[in-house]
């Protein structure tokens, strides 16, 4: 049975689903982000009421901490959170190159020591596969490695090049743990940096071994939003047609909207949870700082036109006095804003393909999210 299933296109943008061993997600679909197996500041009942129908776990945080066996021990990582819906783990080759100490990156694997105690570990390909299949993920992703930009484009060839090669590896061991009746899908990881031959040929390589759905990664990491805009324009082309694609790690509402148009089916990023606990909230009209003092005797919600528990009952200027009061229940109440606003966002970029509307929504998209932008 296909993962994917392209129903709808229009223009670029594609309307689809992906069918998992723990439920259907609709497609272009945004992952929130649940790093230490808890999407921060919510419960499995808060990101079901929002409407999340998948979640990201970040494998480094949970092999390190509490440790990919103990969960296995529980009955996997959906039973651990008690989350039922799909579930998509990322390598940890990520974090392996962003959080742990004294890397070092060889044939056979990553060694690293771990940001918590310092304990030395070796992450192979097969290991990054196994600890997957133990968190019993219903979509898991090659370890890649994930070079530092900007770089020259040889020390970028000679990385997608080694990437290409765990990429098999991963392969090979998914396979057999498959036979086994361990692990559902898997996704190769296109790389290239911003150099288009690059991509192209990180692209062909990875789709020459033949994944579940292909991610694009070593992307929003500092370089400007029309660079990474024209690497995914560059690198759909040599994706399968009938397969889904996830843009790692991105993005701001208008990234998503911009990669949606290029052909994106997928996406994960800590921004709305992660600016919701810094106070900043995602609205139709922009992002407003919730801190600013303006807010201290304002009665209106976040956002008038959002539908969400947080905006039905309460006021900017209770949720500003939450937050510089440090309460708590002012971060879940802006976390659970925020992803509802990312997840609806998401409901009507589907609705505008579904209906052959999509440029009319990105441009009105354009038009009313940078309005607040520009008088805050
Ligand atoms: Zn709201």
């Known amino acids: 049975m296909s993962l994917f299933t392209l129903t709808h296109t229009d223009g670029s943008a594609r309307r689809g689903h992906l069918t998992t061993a723990h439920g259907v997600i609709q497609t272009p679909a945004f992952m929130p982000v649940g790093t230490q197996g808890a999407v921060k500041a919510l419960t499995a009942q808060h990101l079901e009421d929002v409407g999340a129908e998948i979640i990201l776990g970040n494998t480094y945080h949970l092999y390190l901490r509490p440790g990919d066996e103990l969960i296995a021990r529980r009955g996997g990582l959906h039973k651990f959170i008690g989350w039922s819906r799909p579930m998509l ?160 790690g991105v993005g701001t509402p208008i990234d998503l909207v911009e990669a949606v148009a290029r052909g994106i089916d997928m996406f994960d990023c800590v921004m709305p949870t992660r600016n919701a606990r810094n106070g900043q909230l995602f609205t139709s009209e922009g992002p407003l700082n919730i801190k600013n003092a303006r807010f201290a005797e304002d009665d209106e919600p976040v956002d008038p036109a959002c539908g969400c528990y947080t905006c039905r009952r309460f006021s900017r200027a209770y949720l500003r006095h939450l937050f510089m009061a440090g309460e708590m229940t002012g971060g879940t109440l802006n976390t659970l804003h925020n992803l509802s606003f990312y997840l609806d966002t998401m409901r009507r970029i589907r609705e505008a393909i579904a209906f052959g509307r999509f440029e009319d929504f990105r441009q009105s998209f354009h038009r009313t999210f940078t309005r607040r932008a520009l008088i805050s």
């Open 89 to 248: 783990t990322d390598s940890g080759g990520y974090q392996v190159f962003s959080l742990s100490d004294r890397r070092k990156i060889e044939e056979l694997g990553v060694h690293f020591r771990s940001h918590h105690d310092g304990s030395a570990h070796l992450l192979t390909p097969e290991k990054a596969v196994e600890i997957q299949a133990n968190l019993g993920s219903d979509i898991a992703m090659v370890l890649d490695e994930c070079p530092a930009l900007p770089s020259t484009p040889a020390i970028i060839d000679t990385s997608l090049e080694l990437t290409a090669r765990w990429a098999r590896r991963c392969r090979n061991r998914f396979l057999e743990l498959k036979g086994e009746g361990k692990g559902h899908a898997q996704f190769g990881i296109v790389q290239g940096g911003t150099f288009p031959e690059l991509r192209q040929k990180s692209a062909e390589l990875t789709v020459s071994i033949g994944f579940d759905g292909y991610a694009i990664g070593g992307l929003s990491v500092g370089e400007p939003n029309e660079t990474m805009y024209q690497v995914v324009e560059q690198t759909v082309p040599f994706l399968p047609v009938s397969q889904a694609r996830y843009l790692m």
